[in-house]
């Protein structure tokens, strides 16, 4: 068994033991604790409040078994369409969790009362897990203000906010999730007022926002307006304003994509955030974003692919935020390549990285002063001036050079190319955005795929539900 030892330590200090271990147990073959032994319900369209709820005799709403549940106790609920709004408020307990499981293979569907009025689910208790529910057409489809919830295998759709997280919610995981056709944000922990507590703790894996209503907006697919201890696996964003907005301390994206996203595809305006193997394409204003908003914080970036945005790949507006940049590329920007809005580099580390603009005049720019072209990089300029990137590289051409299909949007690299074993060991992740293992053949690889390499067997990320993202973000021009 391949574990992915590097995400694992990374994990290890951000999250509490026991739900490290629980959040990386389906990888790790370790069983979740035994549940403990509860009644069995069942709800169908075609049953009735006052039967036993039973599967030959089941209840007509969800609203009427989560009145009746208690640690330990599943409710099946078949296919077929709930027009109703329910509250889970039920205390589970780690050895004996409530589950709201859709039966078998079919598809119940929660119809909200309108995507201007209310909350559609909310899930208020305690070690709660809500799977394979479709839900819509409310103002918040699904609300978590518990701790210890897990919502798996939905799909939550036409409403103005896909999921919501408050009152401090925590110790959260969000797995195989889609969230489209949002007005507002896909999802959203932010608080409302300085009295509420902030989430913390919480899981994405395999999950994807896309789809805002109006692009134009500032709609964002994952929105953290506070909080702290976020982690992201194999998660994507597509087609919104923002697709990670995170305001979150010691939140780490590991194999994340965003792409088609109207202003930033990664806003970073926390301490201690990290993206590993995370992908950008064909974001609109920038693909990373350093917020300016006061507060010094430092952004990692380690085998990154960032391709294809309008103005800037990666933005540096506040010059107390500290960028510790190594083993990405910064391709096909069509104006600056990396940006400096502030003339000072101080809070710059950085080294293995490949440089590319389309305006060959403007691949690194510090206060619209200093500029770099990938002439000047070659000649060693930029590493003298920043004291950083000696061992980095520029790319002139990234769609010949580096890039298997630039045009079909398939970022892998091309055999034997420049970003083949030039990267930097020391702090590399052990896989890449595929889950293949780093490293292969003479040694790390530049950017988000490691070329040749085979895939990790077991990975963190891989859950086996409906959501697809393997393919990343597909560029359309
Ligand atoms: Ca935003
Ligand atoms: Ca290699």
Do not use: I
């Given at each position: 068994m391949v574990v992915d030892l590097g995400l694992a330590r990374t994990l290890a200090r951000s999250i509490p033991s026991v739900c490290l271990i629980l959040a990386l147990a389906p990888f790790l073959g370790i069983a979740r604790p035994a549940q403990a032994a509860g009644n069995t319900y069942y709800v169908s369209?075609?049953?009735?409040?006052?039967?036993?709820?039973?599967?030959?005799?089941?209840?007509?709403?969800i609203g009427r078994a989560a009145r009746s549940v208690a640690a330990g106790d599943i409710v099946y609920v078949r296919g077929g369409v709930y027009r109703e709004s329910f509250e889970l408020d039920a205390q589970g307990v780690t050895e004996a969790r409530v589950e709201f499981l859709s039966y078998a293979d079919e598809k119940p569907l929660v119809e909200g009362?309108?995507?201007?009025?209310?909350?559609?689910?909310?899930?208020?208790?305690?070690h709660i897990r809500f799977a394979g529910f479709e839900v819509r057409?409310?103002?918040?489809g699904i609300e978590m203000t518990g701790d210890h919830l897990e919502v798996a295998d939905c799909y939550v759709h036409?409403?103005?906010?896909?999921i919501t997280g408050h009152g401090?919610?925590?110790?959260f995981t969000l797995t195989g999730v889609r969230l489209s056709r949002?007005?507002?944000?896909?999802f959203d922990a932010s608080?409302?007022?300085?009295?509420e507590p902030v989430c913390h703790h919480g899981t994405f894996l395999d999950c994807r926002a896309e789809q805002?209503?109006?692009?134009?907006?500032?709609?964002?697919?994952f929105a953290f307006g506070d909080g702290h201890d976020f982690v992201f696996h194999h998660c994507l964003a597509e087609?919104?304003?923002?697709?990670f907005d995170i305001k979150a301390d010691r939140t780490v994206l590991n194999r994340c994509s965003a792409s088609?996203?109207?202003?930033?595809?990664y806003k970073l305006w926390a301490d201690g955030i990290k993206l590993i193997n995370c992908l950008g394409m064909?974001?609109?204003?920038?693909?990373?974003e350093l917020d300016w908003d006061g507060k010094p914080g430092t952004s990692t970036l380690f085998n990154c692919t960032m391709c294809g945005s309008q103005?800037?790949?990666?933005?540096?507006?506040?010059?107390r935020d500290r960028l510790r940049l190594f083993n990405c590329i910064l391709a096909d920007s069509r104006n600056i390549g990396l940006c400096f809005e502030?003339?000072?580099?101080?809070?710059y580390t950085g080294d293995h990285n490949i440089f590319h603009s389309?305006?060959?005049?403007?691949a690194v720019v510090v206060g619209y002063e200093d500029e770099f072209s990938l002439a000047r990089i070659k000649a060693g300029d930029w590493a003298r001036f920043s004291?950083?990137?000696?061992h980095s590289l520029i790319s002139p051409d990234p769609s010949r050079?580096?890039?298997?299909?630039l045009e079909a949007g398939d970022l892998h690299l091309r055999p034997e190319?420049?970003?083949?074993?030039?990267?930097?060991?020391?702090?590399?992740?052990?896989?890449?955005?595929?889950?293949?293992?780093?490293?292969?053949?003479e040694g790390y690889d530049i950017g988000a795929y490691e070329y040749g390499s085979a895939l990790s067997?077991?990975?963190?990320?891989?859950?086996?539900?409906?959501?697809?993202?393997?393919?990343g973000g597909r560029r359309r021009r």
């Open positions: 369209p075609s049953g009735n409040d006052t039967h036993p709820g039973t599967l030959s005799q089941p209840w007509r709403t009362p309108g995507m201007d009025s209310g909350t559609a689910v909310k899930l208020s208790g305690s057409n409310s103002e918040s036409d409403v103005t906010y896909g401090g919610c925590h110790d949002f007005f507002l944000y896909g608080r409302w007022g300085e009295a805002a209503l109006d692009t134009s907006q500032n709609v964002d697919g087609d919104v304003y923002d697709g088609r996203c109207s202003n930033a595809g064909d974001n609109g204003n920038t693909h990373v103005t800037y790949s990666l933005w540096v507006e506040d010059d502030q003339r000072s580099v101080a809070g389309r305006n060959a005049d403007r004291g950083q990137d000696v050079e580096l890039f298997l299909d190319c420049m970003a083949v074993d030039s990267g930097q060991a020391e702090g590399a992740p052990v896989v890449d955005y595929d889950c293949g293992q780093r490293p292969s053949g067997p077991e990975c963190p990320g891989e859950t086996g539900f409906a959501v697809d993202n393997r393919k």
